[in-house]
C-alpha cells in the first residue's frame, strides 16, 4: 500500500541513478516507447475493471429500490432512503455493535500478543529454537476458517477431546462452542491460534533492523534489560506498530465473514452476526433486501475509507510515516 | 536501503548471547521456555489429535468415546481408503487441485504483468494506473454488486466465478513491484536495452530469473487462497454438485454438530449411519492440510522478505 512513495515521481525528473529520462517527449512518442509495458498491465486492469470498479458503480442500487426482476431503468430512486432505514432496522444496528466489538477485541487482544511474541521471541538466543518455533506458529495462518472452525469443535466442543478428558475425571462436558456468552471468547482462541503467531513476523523484522550497538551502549551505561526495552526496543518498533494500527482501524469493519458464519448456527446469530453476514443474509439469502443490504454494504465501504484517510492523516501528525505520504 | 537487508546481516550469527548483557535469572529462562513450549504445543496438539483420529478404527474410536483421540491404538486406512476411492470426495479434492494450479497461474500472469508494466520508472501513464490499483486497499465493492455483476457475466454456478473474481490480489501486485523497483538493478535492464531487447525478453530472461523467491512466496499466497476458496463457493456456485474441498467439510461438520446442544451425547450420534465417522472427517482435514505442510518449508524462509517488502517499503 505504501507504494505511493516509493513510485519514482517521473515528473520531479526520476531517480537519479536511472538514466533514462523520457519527460521530454511527447505522448505519442512515448506510447510508441512503453507500449509494452502497457500490454503487460492490460489483463490486470481488466481484471480490475470487471471484478472491481464494475460491481462499485453497482452500488448505485443502494439509491434505488431495486429489484432483480424488472429492467434496471424501471427501478425508482429513493435518495438515502435506504441508509435511514438500516438505523431502524432491528438487525443492523446490533450487527453494526458486534462487528464493532469483534474488531476492538481483535486489537486489544490479538495485536498485542503478537508484540509480546515478538519480544519474546527476539529475546530467543538459539537460532535453532526460533527457527522451529516460528515455523509452527506461522502454520495455521494458512489454514481456512472452516479448518480452524472443525479443529476447535473437535477439540473444544461437547464431544470433544476435552469434554472427554473432563467426563473422565468426573467433569462436566465443555459447551464453550455453542455458548452464545463465551463467543467472544471462543472468538478470540480462534484468532490466537490461527493469526497471533503470524502478526508477529513483521515486529520480529522490525526487532532484528535495530542498531545492536544501541543496546550496548546502553547496557555499558548500566541501563537494565527492561530498561532497554522500554528505551530502545519500543521506540525502534514504533513506526511499525503505528503502520498495523493504522492499517486495521481502516478495517475495523471488516472483520471477516466465514468464521462467523460456520459458527452461527452453533452459537446462534445474536451473537455471531457482523455487518458482512448481515449482508449475505439479506440479500442473498432472501428477496426484497437487495438494496437495503447494499446500503450497507456501501455503508461500510465509505466508513472504511474514511477510517483509513483519517488515521493516515492522525499518523502524519503525529510525525510517524503513515501507510502512503504527500508526495 | 530497507529492513530486508539489514535482516540479513543478523546481529547474532553466532548464536551467543552478546558479551555485554547479562544472563537471566534461570526462572527468567525457565518461564520463557515453558511459554513457548506451552504455546507450541497447543497448535501442535490438536493438529496430531486429527492425525491420529484419521488414522483410527472405528472400534478405537468408540472405545476412546468421542471425536478425537490422542494415541491410535489400532491403525486403520478405511478413511483415506473412502476419500480416495472415486466418489464424491475423490471429485472435490480434484476439482480443488485444478482450481488452485489454474487459478494460480492466471493470477500470477496478472500480477506478473502488471508488476513489472508499472515498474519502469517514468513510463507512460504509469501513476494513474497505480492509483487505480492503490484504489482497491481503501475501498470495498460490497458482496451484493459483486455477486450482480457475476450473476451478469454469466458466471453464477460456473467454476471460474471461483477464480476470476479474486484473481488479482493487489497487495501481491505491490508486494513484487517494488520488488522489482528495488531488488532487480536498473543498470542491467538498461544494458539489456541497449542491446536490443524488448520488454516482454527483458521480463523473461532478465527480471523473473532475478526473482525466483519473491515469486514463489506470492505463488504461495494465491494457491492457499484457492485452495481455502469456501466463501465464494457458497456465494457463486451453490448449485453445482461437486464442491470445493472445504465446503465439502462443512457439510460434513454441519451434518453432525447441527444445532446447539444436539450432539452433546456421543452414543446417541453414533448410531445415525449416515453420518461420517470421524475418522473420515478428520482423514479430510489432513487432506486439506497436507498440500500446505509440503510447500511450507520450501517457501517459509522467504515470508519475512515478501510481508516486509510489502508492508514497510510497499
Known amino acids: 500500500m505504501a507504494a505511493l512513495k516509493t513510485s519514482a515521481p517521473p515528473a520531479a525528473g526520476g531517480a537519479p541513478d536511472r538514466p533514462r529520462i523520457v519527460r521530454k517527449q511527447t505522448v505519442s512518442q512515448r506510447l510508441r516507447h512503453d507500449?509494452?509495458?502497457?500490454?503487460?498491465?492490460?489483463?490486470?486492469?481488466?481484471?480490475?475493471?470487471?471484478?472491481?470498479?464494475?460491481?462499485?458503480?453497482w452500488n448505485i442500487i443502494a439509491f434505488m429500490d431495486y429489484s432483480p426482476y424488472r429492467p434496471f431503468w424501471e427501478n425508482p430512486f429513493v435518495g438515502f432512503a435506504w441508509f435511514g432505514r438500516l438505523f431502524s432496522d432491528p438487525y443492523f444496528m446490533p450487527a453494526l455493535?458486534?462487528?464493532?466489538?469483534?474488531?476492538?477485541?481483535?486489537?486489544?487482544?490479538?495485536?498485542?500478543?503478537?508484540?509480546?511474541?515478538?519480544?519474546?521471541m527476539h529475546s530467543v538466543i538459539s537460532t535453532r529454537v526460533r527457527s522451529v518455533f516460528q515455523s509452527i506458529v506461522y502454520l495455521p495462518y494458512f489454514f481456512s476458517w472452516v479448518l480452524v472452525v472443525?479443529?476447535?469443535?473437535?477439540?473444544?466442543?461437547?464431544?470433544?477431546?476435552?469434554?472427554?478428558?473432563?467426563?473422565?475425571?468426573?467433569?462436566?462436558?465443555l459447551n464453550v462452542t455453542a455458548d452464545p456468552d463465551s463467543f467472544m471468547f471462543l472468538a478470540?482462541?480462534?484468532?490466537?491460534?490461527?493469526?497471533?503467531?503470524?502478526?508477529?513476523?513483521?515486529?520480529?523484522?522490525?526487532?532484528?533492523?535495530?542498531?545492536?550497538?544501541?543496546?550496548?551502549?546502553?547496557?555499558?551505561?548500566?541501563?537494565?534489560?527492561?530498561?532497554?526495552?522500554?528505551?530502545?526496543t519500543l521506540p525502534g518498533i514504533r513506526p511499525v506498530i503505528v503502520l498495523l494500527l493504522i492499517l486495521q482501524i481502516g478495517t475495523i469493519l471488516t472483520v471477516g465473514f466465514e468464521q462467523y458464519q460456520?459458527?452461527?448456527?452453533?452459537?446462534?446469530?445474536?451473537?455471531?452476526?457482523?455487518?458482512?453476514?448481515?449482508?449475505?443474509?439479506?440479500?442473498?439469502?432472501?428477496?426484497?433486501?437487495?438494496?437495503?443490504?447494499?446500503?450497507?454494504?456501501?455503508?461500510?465501504?465509505?466508513i472504511g475509507l474514511l477510517l483509513v484517510l483519517a488515521a493516515n492523516h492522525i499518523a502524519h501528525r503525529l510525525g510517524e510515516q503513515g501507510i502512503y505520504q504527500k508526495s | 536501503m530497507s529492513t530486508t537487508d539489514i535482516r540479513l546481516q543478523k546481529p547474532r550469527v553466532k548464536n551467543r548471547r552478546p558479551s555485554w548483557d547479562e544472563e537471566p535469572s534461570l526462572f527468567g529462562k525457565l518461564t520463557k521456555a515453558a511459554f513457548l513450549i506451552c504455546y507450541a504445543a497447543a497448535i501442535i496438539i490438536p493438529l496430531w489429535a486429527v492425525v491420529a483420529t484419521s488414522f483410527a478404527s472405528e472400534d478405537a474410536l468408540n472405545r476412546a468415546g468421542g471425536n478425537l483421540l490422542i494415541l491410535p491404538t489400532d491403525l486403520s486406512l478405511r478413511a483415506y481408503q473412502e476419500i480416495f476411492s472415486g466418489g464424491a470426495l475423490t471429485d472435490s479434492l480434484l476439482l480443488t487441485i485444478i482450481l488452485t494450479v489454474g487459478g494460480t497461474a492466471i493470477s500470477m500472469v496478472l500480477t506478473i504483468g502488471a508488476a513489472y508494466g508499472l515498474s519502469r520508472p517514468g513510463s507512460l501513464g504509469h501513476r494513474p494506473l497505480l492509483m487505480l490499483i492503490l484504489f482497491t486497499f481503501l475501498f470495498a465493492p460490497g458482496m451484493y454488486p459483486s455477486f450482480l455483476v457475476v450473476q451478469q457475466l454469466?458466471?453464477?454456478?460456473?467454476?471460474?466465478?471461483?477464480?476470476?473474481?479474486?484473481?488479482?490480489?493487489?497487495?501481491?501486485?505491490?508486494?513484487?513491484?517494488?520488488?522489482?523497483?528495488?531488488?532487480?538493478?536498473?543498470?542491467?535492464?538498461?544494458?539489456?536495452?541497449?542491446?536490443g531487447a524488448g520488454e516482454f525478453r527483458i521480463l523473461f530472461r532478465v527480471v523473473l530469473p532475478m526473482s525466483k523467491a519473491i515469486l514463489a512466496v506470492i505463488a504461495l499466497f494465491y494457491a492457499v487462497g484457492y485452495w481455502n476458496i469456501y466463501f465464494q463457493a457458497v456465494l457463486y456456485t451453490p448449485g453445482l454438485d461437486t464442491q470445493p474441498i472445504q465446503v465439502v467439510l462443512q457439510r460434513m461438520l454441519m451434518s453432525t454438530q447441527g444445532l446447539p446442544g444436539a450432539a452433546s451425547n456421543a452414543a446417541q450420534y453414533q448410531s445415525t449411519a449416515a453420518a461420517p465417522t470421524a475418522a473420515l472427517k478428520m482423514a479430510v482435514v489432513v487432506c486439506t492440510i497436507v498440500p500446505i505442510v509440503i510447500m511450507y518449508p520450501f517457501i517459509q524462509k522467504h515470508f519475512t522478505k515478501a510481508v516486509i517488502t510489502g508492508a514497510i517499503k510497499g
Do not use: C
Not at chain 1, 472443525?150 to 462436558?173: E, H, K, P, Y
Not at chain 1, 459458527?263 to 433486501?289: H, K, M, P, W
Open chain 1, 97 to 120: 455493535v458486534n462487528t464493532l466489538q469483534f474488531a476492538l477485541a481483535q486489537l486489544a487482544l490479538v495485536f498485542p500478543l503478537s508484540i509480546f511474541l515478538a519480544l519474546v
Open chain 1, 262 to 302: 460456520l459458527q452461527r448456527e452453533a452459537v446462534g446469530y445474536q451473537t455471531t452476526e457482523v455487518l458482512d453476514t448481515f449482508v449475505y443474509y439479506r440479500t442473498i439469502l432472501s428477496s426484497n433486501g437487495e438494496s437495503l443490504g447494499t446500503a450497507a454494504g456501501l455503508f461500510k465501504g465509505i
Open chain 1, 150 to 173: 472443525t479443529v476447535f469443535i473437535q477439540m473444544l466442543g461437547a464431544d470433544g477431546l476435552v469434554s472427554n478428558w473432563m467426563l473422565g475425571f468426573g467433569g462436566d462436558r
Open chain 2, 154 to 195: 454469466g458466471l453464477f454456478d460456473n467454476y471460474l466465478s471461483l477464480i476470476l473474481p479474486m484473481a488479482l490480489n493487489a497487495f501481491n501486485l505491490i508486494v513484487l513491484r517494488s520488488f522489482f523497483m528495488t531488488s532487480v538493478p536498473g543498470e542491467l535492464i538498461d544494458a539489456a536495452k541497449m542491446d
Open chain 1, 35 to 57: 507500449w509494452p509495458l502497457l500490454i503487460m498491465t492490460l489483463p490486470a486492469l481488466a481484471q480490475l475493471s470487471v471484478f472491481f470498479y464494475w460491481p462499485s458503480s
Open chain 1, 188 to 232: 478470540w482462541m480462534q484468532w490466537t491460534w490461527k493469526d497471533a503467531g503470524w502478526g508477529m513476523i513483521i515486529f520480529l523484522a522490525a526487532l532484528s533492523s535495530i542498531n545492536p550497538s544501541l543496546y550496548e551502549a546502553a547496557a555499558v551505561d548500566g541501563a537494565s534489560r527492561w530498561r532497554r526495552m522500554w528505551h530502545i
